[in-house]
T-cell receptor
Framework: DSGVTQTPKHLITATGQRVTLRCSPR?????VYWYQQSLDQGLQFLIQ???????AKGNILERFSAQQFPDLHSELNLSSLELGDSALYFC?????????FGPGTRLTVL | AQKVTQAQTEISVVEKEDVTLDCVYE???????LFWYKQPPSGELVFLIR??????QNEISGRYSWNFQKSTSSFNFTITASQVVDSAVYFC???????????FGGGTRVLVKP
């Protein structure tokens, strides 16, 4: 158990819908990272927050947005979903010399 | 730009054999960090090791060992006396600095047969 929590574990939805993925970093960690893992793209960095502020942006689509709240949990919002958004979405937090990942949310868009 | 290449897409071994996973990286940064992660069939990403670029000492942790060679831009990972529980996808990753985003390789799937 990495100490990073993510909910839900699985999400099945339809094209055009909007979903919210939630993440809580390890206790004491201020940063949150979001990654997407898909079969064709591999593990791709989406966005990073540090203590509520956006720190770095990767290959995040305009239909996706994220934020980190004062209690340090983060939410990744995915809207106008397409079939190609089906993937495993990971959240991670940095601390103790490494980047620790949560269990992931498996999103299936039908 | 940073790049990580794991040329081996899949390796199949019989239990107790040693297996070495190759990782070659590209970066223009003079300091950087290298990582290895394990992704078992259950799907989570398990942190195995972080190595910084100014420490070329090899590391051993139980049956796992890592060989960092700056001269060839490689950070290889060896599992000694493999076990069925080692079956997983292993990812090598690179970051510019501690706390920066990771650039991942494509992963190597290891299948250990009993």
């Amino acid at each position: 158990d990495s100490g990073v929590t993510q909910t839900p574990k699985h999400l099945i939805t339809a094209t055009g819908q909007r979903v919210t993925l939630r993440c809580s970093p390890r206790s004491g960690d201020l940063s949150v990272y979001w990654y997407q893992q898909s079969l064709d793209q591999g593990l791709q960095f989406l966005i990073q927050y540090y203590n509520g502020e956006e720190r770095a942006k990767g290959n995040i689509l305009e239909r996706f947005s994220a934020q980190q709240f004062p209690d340090l949990h983060s939410e990744l919002n995915l809207s106008s979903l397409e079939l190609g958004d089906s993937a495993l979405y990971f959240c991670a937090s940095y601390g103790g010399g490494g980047l620790f990942f949560g269990p992931g949310t498996r999103l299936t868009v039908l | 730009a940073q790049k990580v290449t794991q040329a081996q897409t899949e390796i199949s071994v019989v239990e107790k054999e040693d297996v070495t996973l190759d990782c070659v990286y590209e970066t223009r940064d003079t300091t950087y960090y290298l990582f290895w992660y394990k992704q078992p069939p259950s799907g989570e990403l398990v942190f195995l090791i972080r190595r910084n670029s100014f420490d070329e000492q090899n590391e051993i942790s139980g049956r796992y060992s890592w060989n960092f060679q700056k001269s060839t831009s490689s950070f290889n990972f060896t599992i000694t006396a493999s076990q069925v529980v080692d079956s997983a996808v292993y990812f090598c990753a690179l970051s510019k600095a501690a706390g920066n985003k990771l650039t991942f390789g494509g992963g190597t799937r290891v299948l250990v047969k009993p």
